[in-house]
């Protein structure tokens, strides 16, 4: 390629292309020298080189720097490594265009350097050009779109950047850094995005010009104060993070007018009070995150029924009543969290029929009551199933042998997409409508509790599987059924009223890491194919009456013994080791044949009392019977001793003739040996 020297522009984003681009590179920059060595000053001459989202690797070449007429260079998302130095755009003066995002890349100029070109865009998100806020930037008075995120710069943002007198870009991400201190005001300037999440920034919220705002990132600093007002002319804004600082007040009423708002998240922050009721039910919403806040009341209708909503999270809040009749409507949504909180009544059966799409279904410690509904079943993507700490009752539905999702032992690579949701952001145009500006990607994730521990998922969220039904008040005997679920990762069941055993088809859940049958009334012998589990790293099923051996085989004898305490009569490696095999076997076999329930034990310890005291009866009442009969009836007691002389003289006789014989017996031997 490097003969075409006439190519203006080279675009070959979004491919598999490997290897380093030195040879490439020194191609182009020969065009640009004459056959004497002199510059060429023809009219060639590469323009335009992206290569982004491809597999470069190696370093950057500084003869990068002889494409002197480069206006746009995007090398954006490879495996680029090395560092940049001034060498590398000493000629570079018609730069407008500069992207090394995502590699491995470290920007190393003087503190004084100032840069040939005047760029309208330098994109160098992870790159490295800390520790002190880039000065280079004073030069570029028309920068409009500038990420510096997880540049490794600190300390507080330079006073120039934020002077009305300096062009701040409209599209600003300084995110994933630890800038500090307290924003000024910013109403001079037109943010159309802005992205300031994961740094250090503290105090109040500080003043937008609202009018262009169309995505705003504050998440994760540790802002205070309420929501203020000047957000409700914000009228185009569609992403909305405020998560994770410390806000206070209640949600703003003017937030149900943004009927452009894709997303709004201000979890995790210290708001209260009940939910405005106006939301228009021709909003935008696909993503909605109010978790680990304050919130109190019942949940407003309008606030579920989106036809767009793919992501509810209400989690750890106050919210009561009944499940919203509306969340029907809902049927695009993919995760619905409402664990913690104070909501009540029964599961509806709904859930099943209308909200085909949901992949997390997540009601834990909340007062539901009742059983669970069999539809649920019918929720073919559900993966997630969090239905721990309520009051439910009733049995395990047979039908959950039908979770499609969980039935199938493969990863559900496919289904990433329904996690991260990719919106695409509008700029408002008066004569063209609406018209495709950029985009923003979302990552929903979620708390799951199991091997004991509460971890959160992202990334790694599309490939759990789980089912929780812990600290309820279920019974009957674990469902056969449930044995189908090939793909289930985390099964607890602990803290209920299970009874009979443990399925011996158990061994078919072979993606099986943590099991957790532990405070039930389970009784028998723990299955030997629970060995063949391979994948199983947290076991417990202690506190129930299982009795045997434990299955000798796989990872069992590794767990800690804990895994099998309190049980009845349980024994081997890595409890104490069984005294008597046989006792034991007996001891299963009538701990099988026998009730169910924890006071099994007892029940048998009572059988056993009663059988001794029956015969020691029997024994007493039988030979007092004999003794009374002989007392009372003369006849009897005559004709009784009278045998026993007739068998004493009977037995004495023949003794004495026995004597006799051998008296006689032993004289004749002597006088034969003499």
């Not at 470069?56 to 002889?66: H, Y």
């Not at 996690?419 to 979620?446: A, E, T």
């Not at 099991?515 to 391979?534: H, M």
């Not at 081997?572 to 046989?582: F, M, Y």
């Amino acid at each position: 390629m490097g003969n075409l020297c006439n190519l203006q522009s080279l675009i070959l984003d979004d491919n598999f292309i490997s290897g380093d681009i030195h040879d490439l590179v020194d191609g182009f920059s020969k065009c640009r020298v004459n056959k004497d060595g002199s510059a060429s000053e023809s009219s060639g001459g590469l323009q335009e080189l992206s290569l982004r989202n491809n597999r470069l690797n190696g370093t950057v070449p500084e003869k990068i720097s002889q494409l002197s007429k480069l206006g746009k260079l995007d090398l954006s998302s490879n495996s680029l490594v090395g560092l940049l130095t001034e060498s590398h755009f000493a000629n570079l003066a018609n730069l407008d265009f500069v992207g090394f995002s995502y590699n491995l890349l470290q920007l190393n100029v003087s503190e004084n350097w100032k840069p040939p070109f005047n760029c309208s865009t330098i994109r160098m998100c992870s790159c490295k050009l800390g520790p002190v806020f880039p000065i280079w930037l004073k030069t570029q008075i028309k920068l409009n779109d500038l990420c510096l995120s997880d540049a490794g710069i600190s300390g507080s943002v330079p006073a120039w950047f934020w002077d009305p007198s300096f062009v701040t870009p409209s599209l600003l991400n300084l995110s994933h850094n630890s800038l500090e201190g307290m924003l000024p005001t910013l109403k001079t300037h037109g943010f159309t995005l802005l992205d300031l999440s994961s740094n250090k920034f503290e105090g109040l919220l500080p003043e937008f010009d609202p009018t262009l705002l169309l995505v705003i990132y504050l998440n994760n600093n540790s802002f205070s104060g309420s929501i203020p007002s000047y957000f409700a002319a914000a009228t185009h804004i569609q992403v909305f993070s405020l998560s994770d600082n410390h806000i206070n007040g209640s949600i703003p009423s003017f937030f149900c007018n943004l009927t452009y708002l894709t997303l709004l998240d201000v979890s995790n922050n210290d708001m209260s009070g009940g939910l405005p009721h106006c939301w228009d039910p021709t909003s935008n919403l696909e993503i909605i995150d109010l978790s680990d806040n304050n919130f109190t009341g019942k949940i407003p209708d309008g606030l579920v029924s989106f036809t767009n909503l793919r992501s509810l999270h209400l989690r750890k809040n106050g919210f009561s009543g009944d499940l919203p009749l509306s969340l029907k409507k809902a049927n695009k949504l993919v995760t619905l969290d409402f664990g913690e909180n104070k909501l009540s009544g029964s599961i509806p059966t709904w859930i099943g029929e209308n909200l085909s799409s949901l992949i997390v279904l997540c009601l834990r410690s909340n007062l539901f009551e009742g059983i669970i509904p069999e539809q649920i079943a019918k929720l073919s993507s559900l993966q997630i199933l969090d239905l721990a700490h309520n009051n439910l009752s009733g049995c395990i539905p047979h039908s959950f042998g039908d979770f499609k999702a969980m039935v199938v032992t493969t990863t559900h690579n496919g289904w990433w997409s329904l996690f991260s949701i990719l919106s695409d952001i509008y700029y408002p145009c008066s004569m063209c409508g609406r018209v495709p500006y950029s985009n923003f990607s979302y990552s929903d994730s979620l708390l799951i509790t199991t091997k004991g521990l509460q971890m959160e998922y992202t990334k790694l969220l599309s490939l759990v599987t789980s089912i929780d039904l812990s600290n309820n008040k279920l019974s009957c005997e674990l469902p056969e059924e449930l044995t189908r679920l090939h793909g289930l990762h985390f099964l607890n069941l602990s803290y209920n009223h299970f009874n009979g055993k443990i399925p011996e088809s158990i061994s078919d859940m072979e993606q099986l890491e943590s099991l957790d049958l532990s405070d039930n009334n389970l009784f028998g012998t723990i299955p030997s194919s629970i060995s063949t589990l391979n994948f199983l790293s947290h076991l417990n099923i202690s506190h129930n009456n299982l009795s045997g051996k434990v299955p000798l085989g796989g990872q069992l004898q590794t767990f800690d013994p804990s895994a099998y305490n309190w049980n009845h009569d349980l024994c081997g490696s890595p409890l104490q080791n069984c005294a008597n095999e046989t006792q034991i076997s007996l001891g299963a076999n009538k701990e099988e044949g026998k009730g169910e329930g924890k006071g099994e034990g007892k029940g048998d310890w009572l059988e056993m009392l009663w059988l001794y005291i029956g015969l020691a009866m029997g024994y007493i009442t039988g030979f007092w019977m004999i003794i009374s009969i002989i007392m009372i009836k003369q006849t009897i007691r005559i004709a009784y001793f009278r045998s026993i002389d007739k068998v004493y003289d009977c037995l004495y006789l023949k003794m004495l003739m026995y004597s006799r014989r051998l008296k006689s017996t032993f004289p004749r031997r002597n006088e034969a040996q003499a």
